[in-house]
């Protein structure tokens, strides 16, 4: 029996078992050196682009002329192409998609047909000649230093959660840490003055506890057994004793925004944005800010030097001899002498 000779419904599931299972392999091949959420998304890209090769087209129905049915072959991966890839992407930016997403989406489906090249499914990448619009400049915006700090210092009521809530603010601001990183905390990761942490791809890295988040964890340590059972590890838990979640932490940093009166919209990752920005205004150590946020490439790091004019002149004016006021000998510093050039800022065209 051929494949035109096959149910309609036994057609559709034989097409959609042919597209399936290789996306099921490499889902599995990812989760090896990613986090769970990459394999979610790039589950939810791929599954989105079987659903579009599913519909019939023009190019893959034939009508029989006796019996006025249209009849299709089982797709595979080798159906994919230039064509069919600019028709799915478009498809989709038609009904909403943001550029964001549609470059993600690109970057998921170009991952899995280079794994389908490597495992000889597929002859060529076809991904490699579809390009996305051109994604916005999104600049991270931290809170302001001094409304942060009157953030952190205002007072709460001294229960075991608003304690808890002030040791993750702090660890969240204090050491950049990003939320997944947060939530995967265990107690034998916790140090005097260092933390141990996993990052994305699972990579170990250390980071200080400065002294506000050492003082703010010991006051935690000492009332988590209230919530916490003998056996749990998890450093930060809810009221139930369990381990506290990603959504649980965003919305007590939207509650405690709202209760100490911070006028912004208050979520993790901004902090961390506001750790990256304001270490590196004080320190201008790009690399060490790389090194704390595990970033593995600089130019993710190099978002944060895009300062604006006024403070890119206002260094250049302090920093380049041929920019600086005439001194008198009396007035000149060793920092006049040894003073370093602004950090370079990228051009537009870099990537993030």
Not at 276 to 299: C, K, M, P, T
Not at 302 to 314: C, G
Request: glycine letters at 6%.
């Amino acid at each position: 029996m051929s494949a035109s000779d096959l149910p309609d419904d036994s057609l559709d599931t034989a097409r959609r078992q042919a597209l399936t299972r290789p996306c099921q392999q490499f889902l599995a091949h990812l989760a090896q050196d990613s986090s769970a959420a990459t394999v979610s998304a790039y589950q939810r890209d791929l599954e989105a682009l079987i659903h579009f090769m599913l519909r019939p087209s023009p190019a893959e129905t034939t009508v029989d002329a006796d019996t006025s049915t249209t009849a299709r072959s089982p797709a595979d991966w080798q159906a994919l192409d230039v064509p069919t890839l600019r028709r799915f992407l478009g498809a989709e930016r038609s009904r909403g998609l943001a550029p964001r997403s549609l470059a993600r989406r690109r970057a998921a489906i170009s991952r899995f047909c280079g794994w389908l090249v490597d495992h000889g499914i597929m002859a060529h990448n076809p991904a490699g000649l579809v390009q996305t619009p051109r994604l916005p400049d999104h600049l991270p915006r931290p809170v302001d230093i001094d409304s942060l700090s009157r953030f952190l210092d205002c007072p709460h009521d001294g229960t075991p959660l608003a304690i808890r809530d002030q040791a993750m603010l702090e660890l969240l601001y204090g050491s950049g840490l990003r939320l997944s990183e947060l939530v995967s905390l265990d107690l034998d990761m916790l140090e005097i003055r260092r933390l141990r942490v996993r990052g994305k791809g699972n990579k170990p890295r250390q980071l200080p506890i400065g002294s506000r988040a050492r003082q703010a964890l010991d006051a935690w340590l000492k009332v988590r057994g209230q919530l916490a059972p003998a056996d749990e590890t998890a450093l930060f838990v809810g009221q139930r004793g369990q381990r506290l979640g990603q959504r649980g932490v965003q919305l007590r940093l939207v509650t405690q925004a709202k209760t100490r009166g911070l006028p912004e919209h208050l979520h993790p990752h901004r902090l961390r944005h506001s750790f990256a920005s304001h270490l590196l205004e004080s320190s201008g150590d790009l690399r060490a800010v790389q090194e704390l946020l595990g970033h593995a490439h600089l130019s993710t790091t190099q978002v944060y030097t895009r300062l604006d004019w006024q403070q890119l002149a206002s260094a250049y004016d302090q920093a380049h001899p041929r920019a600086r006021r005439q001194r008198g000998p009396e007035e000149a510093t060793p920092a006049d002498i040894d003073a370093a050039s602004p950090a370079d800022v990228p051009l537009k065209d870099d990537p993030l």
